[in-house]
């Protein structure tokens, strides 16, 4: 049971002491800030009054109630100032975030104009109506006027940054030359030119974001360009082949129209001969067909032979009938020989 309240007793003790441990680091965050105000605040002094302070006070062994209260006080303040001008520097995240934002709904408005722009001039309006290609004059004055404008516009940036730095330069002069006839100037006045300076410096460092977002913009503009004339000097190209090979179809048309009309020619007197044949057919109609001629033929052949038999019994009955003749020529001679004698 000793053991139990021991071991709660060094509970409660290891509590403390981490609580007494919290509120010291606590206080030495707090006199950590004090202490780096401080300093901060002496350096700044010794560099307005440009005199260096080698006396060191030793700091007092312990603070006092009140000392701690005063220091807790200006801690406090720091911080809330600290949170203000925080809350401030969002504010003003915020409001360059908007304006941002704002630059780029613009962007992004002026970028679809653009687009309906280059649409209604060049993909519509500088189509041929002819030949519906898009006309490479028109493309390449469309795009030069864009460059002339975003020109001109990089110009009159060129010129207001031109003309703050002046101011700067202006003011930075003047500030020199008070300094040198030994007019100091009081810390307002010091302060206020600082703003003053600070303002002019945030307003070149959008005039330069500016100027490169028209850089930036110019050079896509440049690569479009380029693009743009890539792919004309493609289409160009493609148009002098389509050319070229329509020159070379419409000599083979014409090479192939002079074939057909000759063709054409062939076949009217192909034509006229097979009408011509047909009438020879249509009038030969009447002629006996292959086998009635062979068989008059056959007996062509066979009247022929038949006539030749009988040509030769002709003969033979004429021969015969030569010499019957002369047996009786000779038969009478003898008898009116024998009758006279």
């Known amino acids: 049971m000793s053991l139990q309240s021991r071991r709660i007793d060094l509970e409660n003790k290891v509590a403390n002491l981490k609580q007494e441990i919290d509120r010291i680091n606590l206080e030495n965050s707090v006199y950590q800030k004090y202490y780096e105000k401080k300093k901060m605040e002496m ?40 949170m203000e001008k925080n809350k401030k520097n969002y504010e003003k ?71 703050l730095k002046s101011q700067i330069h202006k003011v930075e002069k003047q500030l020199s030359q008070k300094e040198e006839i030994g ?5 307002i006045d ?4 600082q703003i003053e300076n600070k303002q002019y410096v945030a307003k070149i460092e959008e005039r330069n974001e500016e100027l490169l977002t028209v850089k930036l913009s110019t050079g896509k503009t440049l690569r479009v360009l380029n693009e743009l004339k890539r792919q004309l000097n493609e289409k160009m190209a493609e148009s002098e082949w389509l050319r070229t090979e329509t020159t070379n179809k419409r000599a083979l048309l014409n090479k192939l ?5 000759k063709v054409n020619k062939e076949v009217s007197t192909d034509t006229r001969q097979n009408n011509r044949l047909r009438q020879q057919i249509d009038e030969a109609s009447e002629m006996p067909n292959v086998e009635d001629y062979i068989m008059q033929k056959r007996s062509m052949y066979e009247l022929q032979s038949t006539l030749k038999n009988w040509q030769k019994k002709i003969e033979i009955l004429e021969m015969a009938a030569k010499k019957s003749r002369a047996l009786a020529s000779k038969a009478g001679y003898q008898g009116h020989r024998a009758m006279t004698s």
Do not use: C, W
Not at 144 to 156: I, N, Q, R, T, W
């Open 183 to 187: 007019d100091v100037l009081h810390y």
């Open 257 to 261: 129209s002079q074939e057909v009309n």
């Open 43 to 82: 350096g700044i002094e010794e560099d307005d009054k440009r005199k260096p302070r080698n006396k060191r006070r030793n700091a007092p062994p312990a603070l006092t109630i009140d000392q701690k209260y005063d220091i807790a006080i200006l801690v406090q303040e720091d911080l809330h100032t600290e």
């Open 190 to 193: 010091f302060h206020q030119l």
């Open 93 to 163: 995240m915020i409001d360059t975030l908007r304006a941002v934002l704002e630059e780029t709904e613009i962007r992004i408005s002026e970028l679809k104009r653009d687009a309906y722009e280059f649409k209604r001039d060049v993909v519509v309006g500088a189509e041929n109506s002819r030949t519906g290609k898009i006309m490479a004059e028109r493309v390449t004055r469309y795009l030069e006027e864009k460059l002339k404008s975003k020109d001109s516009m990089v110009e009159k940036l060129r010129l207001k940054n031109a003309t």
